[in-house]
């Protein structure tokens, strides 16, 4: 079956988005990414309880999952000044490479002996900070790269990533963590975000950043500042 074949079983309402090239480069990333932070629901759990010393796998479990999620929500709040002004692709590149690298030291600490319950807790934590930009990020980056007719059904592929991935991605882990172990189902889902952001890099350009004001604007409103205060002093203008 060709794409075009394929396009033709879409609903309507989505299938102009597909004939947009960024957005048909960048959704697969994205799902990609939801479904390894599914996986990852089962498999931090699971490698808890695999290193966590004998009689404080509980404790370890709740760190664990703890360090996961919190640290975004208090990124949420902290880095608001600092972040709210940067670019949505470059908020989304940035979540993306720290997830890459600091859930892929997961299991290269845990194949060299090395992963000890405090590291676990501190790489999740790490990786995790800047996440709820990097989600926010991903909204506005497609709003800027589509027209605004189709932006309605875009997030609504977005949201449903992201919940088909809440049911598909736990599913799956529990089989394969079997098989290969948890530790490498985290770095799965590591190799996601390597791959959304180097997607993201890709569709930077035709996503339709806005572009910096130039000098010659900022001296045209200054003038016209000038002016409006020379008209309300009873100046005439030459």
Same mark, same amino acid.
Request: proline share 8%; with cysteine.
């Given at each position: 079956?060709?794409?075009?074949?394929?396009?033709?079983?879409?609903?309507?309402? &989505?299938?102009?988005?597909?004939?947009?090239?960024?957005?048909?480069?960048?959704?697969?990333?994205?799902?990609?990414?939801?479904?390894?932070?599914?996986?990852?629901?089962?498999?931090?759990?699971?490698?808890?309880?695999?290193?966590?010393?004998?009689?404080?796998?509980?404790?370890?479990?709740?760190?664990?999952?703890?360090? &996961?999620?919190?640290?975004?929500?208090?990124?949420?709040?902290?880095?608001?000044?600092?972040?709210?002004?940067?670019?949505?692709?470059?908020? =989304?590149?940035?979540?993306?490479?720290?997830?890459?690298? =600091?859930?892929?030291?997961?299991?290269?600490?845990?194949?060299?002996?090395?992963?000890?319950?405090? =590291? &676990?807790?501190?790489?999740?934590?790490?990786?995790?900070?800047?996440? +709820?930009?990097?989600?926010?990020?991903? &909204?506005?980056?497609?709003?800027?790269?589509?027209?605004?007719?189709?932006?309605?059904?875009?997030?609504?592929?977005?949201?449903?990533?992201?919940?088909?991935?809440?049911?598909?991605?736990?599913?799956?882990?529990?089989?394969? +963590?079997?098989?290969?172990?948890?530790?490498?189902?985290?770095?799965?889902?590591?190799?996601?975000?390597?791959?959304?952001?180097?997607?993201?890099?890709?569709?930077?350009?035709?996503?339709?950043?806005?572009?910096?004001?130039?000098?010659?604007?900022?001296?045209?409103?200054?003038?016209?500042?000038?002016?409006?205060?020379?008209?309300?002093?009873?100046?005439?203008?030459?």
């Amino acid at each position: 079956m060709t794409p075009a074949q394929t396009t033709r079983l879409l609903p309507q309402a &989505y299938r102009p988005l597909f004939a947009h090239a960024g957005f048909k480069r960048l959704l697969p990333a994205l799902a990609a990414s939801d479904l390894g932070d599914g996986m990852s629901v089962v498999a931090v759990a699971w490698l808890a309880i695999e290193i966590a010393p004998p009689g404080r796998s509980g404790l370890l479990l709740g760190a664990a999952l703890a360090a &996961y999620a919190l640290p975004g929500a208090l990124g949420a709040l902290l880095f608001g000044r600092l972040l709210r002004r940067l670019p949505a692709a470059r908020l =989304l590149a940035a979540d993306s490479r720290i997830r890459a690298v =600091l859930l892929g030291c997961v299991p290269l600490a845990w194949a060299t002996g090395l992963l000890h319950p405090m =590291l &676990y807790v501190a790489l999740l934590a790490g990786s995790s900070v800047l996440h +709820a930009w990097g989600n926010a990020g991903r &909204y506005s980056l497609v709003a800027q790269m589509l027209p605004p007719e189709q932006r309605l059904a875009a997030n609504a592929l977005l949201s449903s990533s992201v919940s088909a991935s809440i049911v598909i991605g736990p599913a799956l882990a529990g089989f394969l +963590a079997a098989v290969v172990g948890p530790a490498w189902l985290i770095g799965l889902d590591a190799l996601s975000f390597a791959v959304l952001a180097v997607q993201v890099g890709r569709v930077r350009a035709p996503g339709g950043e806005p572009e910096p004001e130039t000098k010659s604007q900022w001296r045209t409103g200054s003038e016209a500042e000038a002016g409006a205060e020379a008209g309300a002093n009873g100046q005439g203008a030459p």
